[in-house]
């Protein structure tokens, strides 16, 4: 079997794309692979550390005022289509997945026009422009929220959820939390802004960290790099003092950590929301507003509605609703049970392997 994925941008859609290839190497060891993304996104640090053969084109995305960019943006998107029927038709692969961002836009609609088997993923609750685009010309939309059904076609379009999730439901516990000068054996609050870090959070956490050093559960805050030196002068004496308190800059193996934590604090992303639903970890997201069509925030209400998250907008987050938000969880077993549960339930640990099985149709039929 021979598989194109293409995807680019941003974390949100290579690391879905990166787990689901990983997934078929080890169901099927013998299927051969080609990553296309674009020249300038995230890919392009990301992809030079696998094995994965990797190929760019350069694309942007349109602007949304009246721009001539807007001209240079069709002209790329043409050539990109022409240079990608060229790729296509060098590698023949079985089958295309497109994870998102313009460079798929590129690729899967050259591979829908040389027909052949196209599927798209959409990670979020609200899909991309790009996505709503291809939407009419691919054979198979998968999605990773059952609301996202209502912007596609219902007879193409199956919930499989996001391989990301998979990949870290067989993560067990263990005593990674030593490694943060924490207690293994006791109550832990993750909190993070993604891997630059998030303002709003980083200066309610600043402001809570007085009143989290009296709890009796303990914190793991990954600041992000451009955070963490401000967070270092900002606690100044209080570091030595605040023993169940451990601030990173960056935490690699978030997937282990977080098997290993009690409670979440965070943005609401795609890719963070499968990881935790999969562990059946509770949460409690604080959107980005800063994002296309607002999508975290409804990421987030699907998640709210199920009782699986409470959200704090980032206009209203404050160290003192933040603190007494997760008082509200960590010191009531019960409400830490019930939302554990629904995050459980809300989790699709077999994301890959639905997605597979989607391929395999796509082939056959």
Sequence with gaps: ??????????????????????????????????????????????????????????????????????????????KSVSEAKKRLKQFKPDVVIGTGGYVSGAVMYAAAKLKIPTIVHEQNSVPGITNKFLARYVDHIGISFPDAAAYFPKDKTTLVGNPRGQQ???????????????????????????????????????????????KDYQILYASGERYYKEIEESIGIMKDAAKNISIQPYIDEMAEVMANCDLLIGRAGATSIAEFTSLGLPAILIPSPYVTNDHQTKNALCLVQAGAVKMIADSELTEINLVATVDEIMNDPAVHQKMAKAAKKQGIPDASTRLYALVQQSIRS
């Design 1 to 78: 079997m021979k598989i194109v994925v293409t995807g680019g941008g941003t974390g949100g859609h290579i690391y879905p794309a990166l787990a689901f290839i990983q997934y078929v190497k080890e169901v099927q060891p013998d299927a051969e692979f080609l990553y296309i993304g674009g020249t300038r996104g995230l890919e392009n640090k990301i992809l030079p550390q696998t094995d994965i053969p990797f190929e760019t084109l350069q694309i942007q995305g349109f602007k949304r005022s009246v721009s001539f960019e807007n001209v240079k943006t069709v002209y790329l998107f043409l």
């Design 168 to 214: 870290v439901s067989g993560v067990h516990q263990s005593t990674i939390l030593s490694n943060y000068h924490l207690d293994p054996n006791k109550k832990t609050v993750l909190i993070f802004g993604g891997s630059q870090g998030a303002l709003k959070i980083n200066q309610a956490v600043i402001q809570a960290l007085p009143a989290f050093a009296t």
